[in-house]
């Protein structure tokens, strides 16, 4: 249930979105390219980052540079 608390969890760090272009999926109405976003939690394959719409939100790390 830790996904719940993740709006109110501390930023771990701050990426930078590098690009929008998604194969399966529409990011680019979520993410700004050239945008920071703060990270609440990483996995592996994903960041899990507050977006555009002020909500979090995983993305592949591949969308992002950590600054």
Not at 5 to 14: L, N
């Amino acid at each position: 249930m830790n996904h719940l608390h993740w709006q109110d969890k501390k930023t771990i760090k701050q990426v930078r979105c590098i690009h929008t272009n998604a194969a399966k999926y529409i990011v680019n109405r979520a993410l700004t390219e050239g945008k920071t976003y703060d990270v609440k939690n990483e996995t592996e394959e994903f960041y899990f980052v507050t977006d555009n719409s002020g909500k979090v939100s995983g993305f592949y790390k591949d969308y992002f540079k950590e600054i």
